[in-house]
């Protein structure tokens, strides 16, 4: 009887896949930004290698995004409820005031994005 070497266990991916396409960018190009190899960053990208605290802030930072976003928000998803709040949180204060007043309107006409 053999015995087979234990699975490899697997982590849940980051979405930097997702925000690569998203972004236009290439894995090496991250991999240069951050000063990790392009094969770290496949490995993370596709849940084979967990990731750091200290790298996963570093990838989110070079792609101009938060770790939130970077862990929770699929950017090529447009009905993401959390793409949605992304983009909220990226309103500055100030403007507060203004962005409520378009929700409050595209919630109270039902517009959609065929409807445009």
């Known amino acids: 009887m053999q015995s087979s ?5 697997t982590y ?10 998203h972004l236009g960018w290439k894995p090496a190009q991250l991999a240069r930004a951050v000063g990790i ?5 496949g490995r ?6 967990p990731y750091t605290q200290p790298n996963i802030e ?7 995004v938060t770790v939130v976003e970077l862990l929770a928000v699929d950017p090529t998803d447009p009905q993401s ?11 500055p204060p100030e403007r507060y005031a203004e962005a409520i007043s378009y929700l409050a ?6 517009i959609t994005p065929d409807a445009e």
């Open 5 to 9: 070497a234990p699975p490899r266990p």
């Open 12 to 21: 849940t991916p980051a979405l930097i896949s997702a925000w690569l396409e």
């Open 37 to 41: 190899s392009a094969m770290q960053i």
């Open 44 to 49: 993370l990208a596709k849940g084979e290698r």
């Open 58 to 64: 570093a990838i989110a930072k070079a792609l101009g």
């Open 81 to 91: 409820r959390l793409r949605v709040a992304a983009e909220i949180a990226r309103i």
């Open 105 to 110: 309107y595209l919630a109270e006409k039902r």
